[in-house]
């Protein structure tokens, strides 16, 4: 199986109310992530590197932010005459409708798309997952397996989403029993929102679920088709971060601060592609004190940054003392200011001499263009 053969598609807003706080002003794919990347990134990246040529992102709302990082799709080479990257929003009132009642609704929204696409297979997924993967394995697995539908799977403690599904039995790599939700205290085998099937299977079983009035992909259609159709698994390896609250998109990023994490998240043969800005390097003041932490382009920093993660164009002024802490684009921290277990969305303001603490459980979320 060629990527060329492959049809790629994107949720970019199913899962939103898992990071409600971020996602109050933009889509799930467009969560700032690692410093200067969005969500989307890995998973367009994923793709391209797999050699798919044809991306559907589909949205439902507060999709302007997406629209202004992924544009054209120029920096995946996704910005051609033919094929490319398409833009799939809701078209009236009965899509929103459908696209709130689940991943069925939203496919449902573009099965038009999907008709008229040439390829053979679609490989889908949602964003609330980074991982590089290499497709291409993927794709080749799907073949060797003969499997119907082909799902990622990843060993570690399963996150907490409605109907997340959970591998309870295999027999020679296909899938026989899974549960839904309740996962354990231990490490368990679960499954990323993310599957590679054939286009007319997708189109059929889209189809006949939503005349039953059916909404989840897990439970109506995986659950229900185990006996009917052969589900196999392919196994993730590599670093796989699931974010399923606020708590575990902080954990996400701060995981990159390993070395072992960093290099298998971007690796040189498979890179991680995202919008860029001109900009000038990050800047050090003669008394600041840099350790263990993610500076991005355009930074200023005059003060001390410790295990912190700093997207572009943030300015950190003297004697300021920020730890642990998130700070997206634009962010300005004034002097003798002091952050610890702080996420602070794009242009926030902190003013000279402010204190602000959250907990490594619990970190302290301020919204964009905040001023404290």
Same mark, same amino acid.
């Given at each position: ?27 799930m ?113 799907h073949?060797k ?13 399963a ?33 990323i ?81 995202? %919008?860029?800005?001109?900009? !000038? =390097? ?5 008394? +600041?004190?840099?350790? *263990?932490?993610? $500076? @991005? #382009? ?22 300021a003392?920020? %730890?642990?802490?998130?700070? !997206? =684009? ?5 002097? +003798?200011?002091?952050? *610890?277990?702080? $996420? @602070? #969305? ?17 970190p ?9």
């Amino acid at each position: 199986m060629r990527g060329k053969n492959v049809l790629g598609l994107i949720f970019a807003n199913v899962d939103d109310g898992l990071l409600s706080e971020v996602t109050g002003i933009r889509s799930m794919a467009s969560v700032p992530f690692a410093g200067g990347y969005r969500l989307v990134d890995f998973t367009l990246s994923n793709m391209v590197n797999a050699g798919i040529g044809k991306v559907g992102v589909i949205t439902d709302n507060n999709y302007q932010s997406l629209m202004d990082h992924i544009g054209s799709g120029k920096p995946w080479d996704l910005a051609r005459k033919n094929d490319g990257l398409y833009l799939l929003p809701p078209f009236n009132a009965d899509a929103v409708a459908n696209y709130v009642s689940g991943e069925i609704g939203a496919l449902k929204n573009v099965l038009s798309f999907l008709s008229k696409s040439s390829e053979e297979y679609v490989f889908m997924s949602a964003c609330s997952y980074v991982a590089n993967l290499d497709l291409r394995k993927v794709f080749e697995h799907h073949e060797k397996s003969g499997a119907d539908v082909t799902l990622l799977s990843v060993c570690g403690k399963a996150p907490k989403f409605d109907n997340q599904p959970i591998v309870e039995k295999t027999e020679d790599g296909r899938v026989t029993k899974i549960r839904l939700g309740n996962p354990g205290e231990n490490d368990e085998t679960y499954l990323i929102k993310a599957a590679l099937m054939k286009k007319a299977l997708l189109e059929r079983l889209v189809r006949e679920a939503f005349s039953k009035g059916e909404t989840s992909f897990e439970k109506d259609i995986l659950l229900k088709n185990l006996g009917r159709l052969r589900f196999c698994e392919y196994k993730v390896t590599d670093f796989c971060a699931v974010m399923d609250s606020l708590d575990s998109y902080y954990k996400a990023n701060f995981a990159l601060l390993s070395q072992d994490s960093f290099e298998s998240l971007f690796p040189p043969e498979r890179p991680v592609f995202t %919008k860029t800005y001109e900009d !000038m =390097p990050a800047v050090y003041g003669l008394g +600041s004190d840099v350790r *263990n932490s993610l $500076i @991005a #382009d355009g930074c200023i920093i005059d003060g001390e940054v410790e295990n912190c993660i700093l997207f572009r164009g943030c300015r950190i002024e003297k004697d300021a003392v920020i %730890k642990n802490t998130i700070l !997206m =684009p634009n962010c300005f921290v004034g002097e +003798s200011a002091t952050l *610890n277990y702080v $996420i @602070a #969305d794009k242009s926030v303001s902190i003013r000279s001499r402010r204190n602000l603490s959250g907990a490594d459980t619990y970190p302290v979320y301020i919204g964009k263009e905040i001023q404290i």
